[in-house]
Each structure stands twice: as C-alpha cells, then as structure tokens.
C-alpha cells in the first residue's frame, strides 16, 4: 500500500529508479576501502601468531636443552658434554634440511618401554632452531663452588630461508634461559 | 496505479541481464573470498595462539609435576621396595589401571602417565615426606588432557593427540626421560595440511639425582597426602 502510494504520488522510490553502474562501482570500493584495513590486521594477526608459536617452541627447546644437561653426571667431563647439547635442531641431508632426531641410547633393563626412534617435528624447520650451551663457575659466596651456571640460548628465524645452518651471525631472534646444577661432589 | 507502472517499466534487455549477472557475480565472488580469507586469517591467527598457549600451559604443568616425581614407599613396605624403585623407576602399564602392592613406580602408556610426586606443602621437618598421585590422562573423543591430582582435576583441551614415550639420551642411558607430543585440533597451514605440534623432553630430578649419586643410599620413606 505505502509502495504503491509512493509511485502513485509520483515520488522518487529505490524499486523505480533501481542501481546504476557508477553507484556499485562506488559501493564495491567503499567496502574495499573498509575491508583492506581489517584484512591487513587479520594477516598481521596471523604472522603474528606464527612469530608467537616459534617463541614458544624456542622456549621449549631450551627448557629441554636444561633436562639433558642436568641428566649429566656432575664430573671433569660435564662442561664438554654440556656443551655438546649445542647445535641446530636441522641436520643437512644433500641440499635441503631435515628435523634432527634425539640422539637416543639403550638401557636393557628398559628394552620394552623405550622409543628409540625420536624426531622433531618438520613443522619446527622453517625457523631453523640453533642452540647454544654454555657452562660456567659461580664465584663470590661460600656455596658458589657448589653450583654451575648453565646458560641457553635458543636462536631463530621468523620466515628467513637460511642456507648455513651454523650461521648465527644473521639469526634475528634469540631467547636466552640459564639455571644452576648443583654439584655434589664439590661439597666439603 | 497499474497503467502508471506499465507505461514507465520497458523491461530488461539481455545485455543488462548478463551484465548484472557478471556484475552480481564478481561482487559475490569478492565478498566470500574475503569472508573466506578473513576466517582463515581468524582461525591461524587468535584460535591456534589460544590452543598452542593451552599446549605450552599444558606442558608447563606436566614439567613442574613430573620434576618432582618420587617414589612412594612406605616404612610398612620395606628397603628393598625402594631398592626396586631405584634401580628401575619406570613401568609399562595399561589404561587405567591401578598401582597394586608396594609397585608404585611411574607407569606409563601412549595416553596416560601416572606417578607420585612430593607434595606441595612447603618446608617440612617430617621425616616420612608426603607424596601425592598425579595422573595425565588424554581423552581422543573429547581431545581433552585431563590432570588429576589430590581429588582435583584439570583439563586441558583443543587437542588432537597427546602421546607420553620414554627414551634415554646417549649421553646418560641410565636415566629414562618422559617425551610428550601435543597436536592441536586446529589445520596447520593451507598448503600443509599439518596440526601444530608441540613436543618436550621431561626429567624427574628425584630419578635424575637417586641414578647419578647411587652412593646415597636414600632410605626415606614417604607417606601419601
């Protein structure tokens, strides 16, 4: 009734004059202009998230590196093989890279429970995960003989493709953990 | 109002027809590749950071709890049930099932880990430390991770696979490490096809220390919250 009045009356309606060309042009780049800003905030989102995911992997990976060292037995060798824990978590294979496996052992009282077969996951490759291990003597106090400074560093890339995988001089970031091992044999 | 309509309408030609379709068209197309777009944007960007924080959450509980894991012995069951548990602290188990006799050790499967561990009940001068059960145990219908401790429980979900092996490293073959790997219930990215996993290497430092100082002959019992 009211449309019917409107056409009637002569007044201007939507249903008569219906959408030019130019007003959808103008609309479709109205909403373009609209949804880029909200497009680029969800991509940064999601770049953001990928940088988060490797941060927590980093952080993963070095409260890690800590466990094996302290599995070491606390002796002259333990900085050596503290040490030796450092290294990508990529090994070479030809011209690509692979995820590294955890160098795993034997133990025949366990022969029946324990997996010998573990790997990093691939997905952990395009950061090119880099540990470094470092152990030092405390000094100062009366108990600092007691205790070693283990200090991790976990470097990687965000989105980088790296050809050198020793190559830590253009790493972009670096997470750094440390902890102390007490050292029972050093007690008076 | 019928003869009004009539005389101003003159129909639609079939060169507009396919015009506006075209133009229908395009615009459709735009719009659901951008809703397409910004969901995808969405769920790789807030949801898999809010899992992935679940995950590392998840982690990081199990790492405090398993660092403390111990035996549970107590003086009713003996010296050389402790001798036992030193010697070889890890078991193979079933689901669900059940530590039976003075065989408390830590009992683990592909979905479920279960041990004691010291209590948290600040310094103690009691001579027999309290212990208390802790079981992980991961639910794939529900993809839940459920943490019972004390008649507490947690969970932990928006997971697709929670898997618990043991392994020794070959720099110390004595020690057994527990290896935990999550995946999240969420697609990696488009073209991989992948979930986010997140893997860890975890110690108990009661094992750690009771293997690599043997000399200690640690003979204290415990008692259970």
């Known amino acids: ?188 | 109002m019928t003869r009004f309509a009539f005389r101003k309408s003159r129909g639609v030609t079939l060169i507009e027809m396919v015009a506006g379709t075209l133009i229908i068209s395009i615009i459709f197309y735009v719009i659901t590749n951008f809703a397409s777009n910004m969901a995808f944007k969405y769920k790789h960007g807030f949801v898999d950071l809010e899992n992935f924080r679940v995950a590392h959450q998840a982690i990081n509980q199990l790492r405090r709890d398993y660092n403390m894991a111990c035996p549970y012995v107590t003086a009713g069951d003996g010296v050389e049930e402790l001798k036992k548990f030193l010697l070889m602290p890890f078991a193979i188990s079933k689901v669900d099932e059940k530590f039976v006799g003075a065989n408390r050790r830590i009992r683990i499967t592909p979905q479920q880990l279960t041990f004691y561990k010291f209590a948290d009940t600040g310094f103690s001068m009691d001579s027999q430390p309290l212990v208390e059960e802790v079981e992980y145990t991961f639910d794939a219908n529900s993809g839940k991770l459920t943490r019972t401790c004390s008649g507490n429980s947690r969970q932990f979900s928006g997971f697709k696979e929670v898997e618990f092996k043991s392994f020794v490293h070959l720099t110390n073959p004595q020690i057994p490490v527990i290896w935990a790997k999550i995946v999240l219930d969420q697609d990696y990215y488009q073209d991989s096809g992948k979930p986010l996993e997140l893997t860890a290497s975890i110690n108990s430092n009661f094992v750690i220390d009771s293997i690599n100082h043997s000399g200690w002959q640690y003979k204290t019992f415990h008692q259970i919250k």
């Open chain 1, 1 to 188: 009734m009211k449309i019917s009045c409107r056409i009637n009356c002569g007044t201007k309606s939507m249903f008569k004059l219906g959408v030019s060309f130019p007003e959808i042009v103008v609309a479709v780049a109205v909403f373009a202009i609209l949804a880029l800003p909200i497009y680029q905030s969800m991509h940064t989102v999601q770049t953001d998230t990928m940088k988060s995911i490797n941060y927590f992997r980093a952080m993963e990976l070095a409260n890690e590196a800590i466990e094996y060292v302290r599995l070491l037995p606390v002796n002259k060798d333990f900085k050596q093989n503290a040490e030796g824990f450092s290294g990508s978590i990529l090994v070479e294979q030809g011209d690509t890279f692979e995820a590294a496996k955890i160098l795993t052992g034997d133990n025949p009282n366990y022969k029946d429970i324990l997996e010998s077969n573990i790997q990093y996951s691939n997905q952990y490759n395009p950061a090119y995960f880099y540990r470094t291990i470092e152990v030092a003597d405390l000094s100062g106090a009366d108990y600092a003989g007691l205790l070693k400074k283990v200090i991790v560093t976990v470097y990687w890339d965000n989105d980088v493709a790296v050809n050198n995988l020793h190559d830590l001089s253009r790493k972009t970031k670096k997470v750094v953990l440390a902890s102390l091992i007490t050292d029972w044999g050093a007690q008076p």
